[in-house]
Structure formats: C-alpha cells, structure tokens
C-alpha cells in the first residue's frame, strides 16, 4: 500500500494489488498519479493536482485502488 497526505485534511492510499492498469487516475490527476513499468499505479512526489482532481481519480477507479480517506487536523 502506498500512501500519502493530499492536503492537510486528505489522505490518499493507493492499493496496487487491485490495480488492473487502467490509467483513468493518470489521465484525470497527472501530477498525482502515474503508471510504473509494470503499468501499475504509483504516487508522484507532488505538487499534487487539486482535491477534485485526485477525487475524480479516485471515483473512476474501476476497482477501487485509490482510497481517500480523511485527517483530523
């Protein structure tokens, strides 16, 4: 599992055994999300695209790789 904190009240996981490479989170958040060698989904060190953006990732997801979850500040 990879993870990362999106903004300061947003985390962002991301579950690469469910992956099945179809890059939508790479086309909908580039600054996010890329695909590795493998055609996985990883995470970019950032700047992060916005919080719509990353949820747009994250909902068209077609197995639910990319989890958002929220932070107490």
Known sequence: MIE????PGLRVRIDRN????SE???RLAPNTFETDDEGLVTLLAGPFDGETAVR?????CPVAAIILEPVDR
């Open 4 to 7: 990362s904190q999106l903004t």
């Open 18 to 21: 469910r992956c099945v490479c």
């Open 24 to 26: 939508s989170c790479a």
């Open 56 to 60: 747009a990732a994250a909902a068209n």
